[in-house]
């Protein structure tokens, strides 16, 4: 929603300063769809002869997610803590009964009371992987850190791939918006000789690339952008809580200090309390039994 928002006051004000500056509404747009084909069509094929087939396909994934994405909130976290604790308790008591739950979450009675986890496809592979090599061949935890971090990085690395392509689409505006603009060059060179006020329009519709360019540029790829690196961010904390809840279960905590392991992980700004994550763990453990 704030993208919207901020979308909106970035288009309102430019074109509230232009008209108050005693600009013409008529000059910025009429030239606007040709330059826009010329800057977003050259973005575009740029964007096909520099990226492959999948990152473009996850660049335009993770833009999507932009609109409709929030920060996890502290109903999220702890969802995932009480998922976590559930999960431990169980393989705290009988290791072999946690299988089947890890082998097929999306049938596990432990998953379906946690669906925005169970929604989590890259949080569901995270933690049935884990605990699926610590069930067949227990690693100690130092080694079990290492490959929870790999995992991490790997992923984190194809993430952040997305955003820094569109980076790079963003750097290249601007010169795309000078190859607009001199080609209106060019035609102006034309009409020489039709007079002041057909040179001077056309000169106005050849600066209109150089404005749309730049613009585009830093008014809006430059910051969708940085938005998805930080949604990727934000993702990767998620993450990272339940990294260090499991890394608790492998060093042999009890369920309840390896969810107050995690529980600290969590940003403080939506970070639940200990009293309301004890209180919740006591009941999710009297709902499991």
């Not at 850190?145 to 971090?149: F, I, Q, T, V, Y």
């Not at 540029?217 to 952008?225: C, E, I, Q, T």
């Not at 009890?254 to 107050?260: L, Y």
């Given at each position: 929603?704030?993208v919207?928002v901020g979308?909106?006051v970035?288009?309102a004000?430019?074109?509230l ?10 000059a910025l747009?009429?030239p606007?769809?040709i ?5 977003a069509?050259?973005?575009?094929g740029?964007l096909?002869?520099?990226a492959?087939m999948p990152?473009?396909?996850e660049?335009m ?6 609109f409709k994405?929030h920060?996890?909130?502290k ?6 803590l ?15 009964a ?20 169970l929604?989590?496809?890259?949080a ?8 699926k090599v610590q ?6 935890p130092?080694?079990l ?5 790999q ?9 952040a ?12 505006m601007p010169?795309?918006g ?6 209106g060059v060019?035609i ?10 057909v ?6 519709s ?5 404005f749309l360019?730049?613009l585009l ?9 940085t938005?998805?690196?930080a949604?990727?961010i934000?993702?990767?904390k998620?993450v ?6 499991i890394?608790?279960?492998a060093?042999?905590c ?7 392991f995690?529980?600290?992980?969590i940003?403080?700004?939506c970070?639940?309390s ?8 006591s ?5 499991a039994?």
């Open positions: 929603m704030l919207i979308a909106i970035v288009i004000c430019v074109v300063g232009f008209l108050l500056e005693g600009g013409i509404l008529h747009l009429h606007m769809p330059e826009l084909m010329i800057i069509g050259s973005a575009l740029s096909l002869i520099s492959p990152l473009i396909k660049m994934s993770q833009l999507g997610g932009v994405a920060d996890p909130k109903e999220e976290y702890i969802e995932v009480l998922c976590l604790y559930e999960l431990c308790k169980l393989a705290k008591s009988n290791p072999l946690l299988e089947p739950h890890v082998e097929a979450p999306e049938n596990s009675e432990i998953f379906k009371r946690y669906p925005g986890v929604a989590n496809h890259h569901i592979a995270f933690i049935a992987d884990t605990f069930i067949s061949s227990p690693m100690n130092y080694d850190e290492a490959l929870m971090d995992d991490i990085k790997a992923a984190h690395e194809a993430e791939a997305a955003p820094a392509q569109m980076n790079k689409v963003s750097d290249a010169g795309l000078i190859v607009a603009a001199v080609l060019v102006t060179m034309g009409k020489l000789s039709q007079g002041k006020e040179i001077g329009n056309s000169v106005g050849a600066l209109v690339g150089t360019g730049i540029s830093y008014g809006f790829l430059g910051p969708l952008a938005k998805m690196d949604l990727n934000q993702h990767g998620y990272e809580v339940i990294k260090v809840a890394l608790a279960f060093k042999d009890s369920p309840k200090v390896c969810v107050e995690a529980r600290r992980t940003p403080p700004s970070r639940p200990f009293q309301e994550i004890d209180t919740a763990t009941s999710a453990g009297k709902a039994a």
